[in-house]
Structure formats: structure tokens, C-alpha cells
């Protein structure tokens, strides 16, 4: 996909989100794009960093480390949204801003250990699985509650919000009901880590129905991209 397409597809997705937005008396600044970049090579992220954006999400490691040393003099912020195994976090834990697919309390141990000092706290989501699919990684919601102080207590990440993504749908219907389960979930978690910010829910499909709810994330891959490259 060259610049001038990407740079079509960024502004049809940021007037997708100004709707969403004003739909429900929201201001679409409170909401944050991330580009889901994961497969795509380094200049396409350099297209979409030209048309404003700064937020930018990876699943895979090595290729993230990657791109994030080739563009390291553009000022983009991180973000690590892919399953994490246990040896990888020292990585994850110096090279990006947020991670927002933590899960057990032995990643998020690790990242608080291995985060260098001067980088400050790194950015954590709690990922739920709130659809309960068997293929997906998250915590459950009932789980959640015990996961989440326990996280909050660690020195060296702080723990704004939840991560979800709900069992694909293309009634809307059904996207605001598992979309609701989350807010649900946060609204209760506020009650004991009253600094929980961050909702990161809502893709290319899903978005007005996330935003709707109340995202303050949402991340966009194949509506800026296009489909992902697959070897």
C-alpha cells in the first residue's frame, strides 16, 4: 500500500472515530488511535506517522525491535499487543511504552523487574478474555479483580485499564453487550485502583460499538494497512 492510500485510509478511519464519538457526546481527542502495524514493513508506518499519527502496535516481537531501531529518530509511542512468553519480557520491558496483553502476574512481575529505571513505569493493560473463547489469551473477568491489585502493587508499571477483544460479530447488538461486560468489569475494578484510565477495546469491525462504550483505545490494523502480509 503506498503513502497516498494510507494516508486515504488514515483519515477514513479518523472520521470513523469523530462519528463514533459524537454520537455518544464524546470528543474524539478522548479517544487514541492505535495503528496495529504487526506484518507491515517500516515505511509503511513512516506514511502513517506522516499524516499525524504517533501510536503504533505490534504483536511480534523481533519484527517490533526491528522497525522500532529503524525508526527510532520518529517520536511514536509502542505499544505490545501480542501473547507474551515469559522469555521475552526483558525485551518488551525496554522497548516499549505500553503493553497491553499482560495476562498472569508472572509477566507482569517480570516486566516490573526488567523495566530499566530510566524509562520510568511502563503502561499496562490486563487482558480479558471476555467472550470466554478457548483460542484466545486473557485473564478471565472473574479473575480479574485478584489479578489486577495484585499487578497495581508492583513498582515499575503502572497499570491504567483493560485490554478485550470480544468474540468477532457483525451485530452491533452483540458487539455493545460484550463491549459492555468490560465497562462493567473497570467500572468494579475503579472501586479498589481508582487511577485505572485506559480501555483498550474496539478494531476495524468493532470500532463505533467500542467507542460507543466508552474505549479510550481502540486498535485499527486492516482499515489503515490493509490486509495483513502473510508469509
Given amino acids: ?36 502495524s504487526k506484518t507491515k514493513p517500516a515505511e509503511a508506518i513512516e506514511a502513517a506517522a506522516a499524516c499525524g499519527l504517533q501510536h503504533f502496535g505490534e504483536n511480534y516481537l523481533q519484527e517490533a525491535l526491528d522497525k522500532i531501531e529503524t525508526l527510532h529518530e520518529l517520536d511514536l509511542t509502542w505499544h505490545f499487543i501480542g501473547p507474551i512468553q515469559s522469555n521475552k519480557t ?20 517480570r516486566l516490573s523487574d526488567q523495566r530499566p529505571a530510566h524509562l520510568g513505569p511502563v503502561n499496562i493493560c490486563l487482558q480479558v478474555n471476555i467472550s470466554n473463547e478457548d483460542t484466545k489469551s486473557g485473564v478471565s473477568a472473574e479473575q480479574a479483580p485478584e489479578l489486577a491489585s495484585a499487578i497495581a502493587t508492583l513498582p515499575n508499571i503502572r497499570l491504567r485499564g483493560l485490554m478485550a477483544i470480544p468474540k468477532p460479530s457483525d451485530d452491533p447488538a452483540e458487539q455493545a453487550a460484550a463491549f459492555e461486560k468490560v465497562v462493567t468489569l473497570f467500572n468494579t475494578l ?10 483498550s477495546m474496539g478494531m476495524s469491525q468493532d470500532l463505533e460499538a467500542a467507542i460507543a462504550a466508552g474505549s479510550t483505545m481502540v486498535r485499527i490494523g486492516t482499515d489503515i494497512f490493509g490486509e495483513r502480509n502473510r508469509s
Avoid: C, Y
Avoid at 18 to 28: D, L, M, P, V
Avoid at 190 to 195: G, K, V, Y
Fill in 1 to 36: 500500500m503506498n503513502k497516498a492510500t494510507i494516508a486515504s485510509q488514515v483519515s477514513k478511519v479518523l472520521t470513523r472515530i469523530e462519528g463514533a464519538a459524537s454520537q455518544t457526546s464524546r470528543r474524539s481527542d478522548e479517544i487514541t488511535l492505535i495503528a496495529v
Fill in 90 to 109: 526483558r525485551p518488551i520491558a525496554e522497548h516499549f511504552d505500553w503493553v497491553h496483553s499482560v495476562d498472569r502476574l508472572k509477566i507482569a512481575q
Fill in 190 to 199: 475503579r472501586h479498589t485502583i481508582p487511577e485505572l484510565d485506559t480501555l
